[in-house]
């Protein structure tokens, strides 16, 4: 149980144009979903805190307008990386928190997602 | 503010040779501290959740313990497949409901 897919999972992308990142909770629904960035070897960052039904709270110095998310239903949240540069490039990953319960405390993870922005 | 700090950063094993990764935690009112593995080029595998204070959970040769002010991962007999990234993270209870990630352990059991 407590599956979370990310798609899709490596892309390639040329300068100026959007791409976008579906993350799926498969087997729970998740209110929150949260999506990071991570460079090499250096831990997460987190992006934004995603809750369904309303706007995303991005962290400080996160571009709202460059990265957008949605999170539309208790399963689905999306990250579109809007006018993508060179530097856009990382290891995206998303995590989804159970809804109800002590459990919500938990997150799961995908297993990330590789842009790279030629 | 809640803070986690993850030692050693980096710690090298012999197959068979136990040991344990720390992490200090402060933080306001704990609802849960949580271990995570993480592979190369992978999203953070869940491991262990702990509520309280004496708490103790076990998975294969993982073992989590939590004080008042740290956790333990204690790997008894690594093998070369525990070589990861492990992540330990805290939620607490003051306002926010985003959890407070260390920086990791890296991990390298060599056969």
């Known amino acids: 149980g407590a599956v979370v897919s990310q798609h899709p999972s490596w892309v390639i992308c040329k300068s100026g144009t959007s791409v976008k990142i579906e993350c799926r909770s498969l087997d729970f629904q998740a209110t929150t979903m949260f999506w990071y960035r991570q460079f090499p070897k250096q831990s997460l960052m987190l992006m934004a805190t995603s809750n369904e039904g309303s706007k995303a709270t991005y962290e400080q110095g996160v571009e709202k307008d460059k990265f957008l998310i949605n999170h539309a239903s208790l399963t689905l949240s999306t990250l579109t990386v809007t006018s993508a540069h060179p530097e856009d490039s990382s290891f995206y990953i998303c995590?989804?928190?159970?809804?109800?319960?002590?459990?919500?405390?938990?997150?799961?993870f995908g297993p990330g997602t590789r842009l790279t922005v030629t | 503010e809640d803070q986690v700090t993850q030692s050693p950063e980096a710690l090298r094993l012999q197959e068979g040779e136990s040991s344990s990764l720390n992490c200090s935690y402060t933080v306001s009112g704990l609802r849960g501290l949580f271990w995570y593995r993480q592979d190369p080029g992978k999203g953070p595998e869940f491991l262990f959740t702990l509520y309280s204070a004496g708490e103790e959970k076990e998975k294969e040769r993982l073992k989590a313990t939590l004080t008042k002010k740290e956790s333990f991962l204690h790997i008894t007999a690594p093998k070369p497949e525990d070589s990861a990234t492990y992540l330990c993270?805290?939620?607490?209870?003051?306002?926010?409901?985003?959890?407070?990630f260390g920086r990791g352990t890296s991990l390298i059991v060599h056969p």
């Open positions: 993270a805290v939620q607490g209870s003051g306002g926010s409901y985003i959890p407070t």
């Open positions: 995590s989804a928190r159970p809804s109800g319960s002590r459990a919500s405390y938990e997150q799961y």
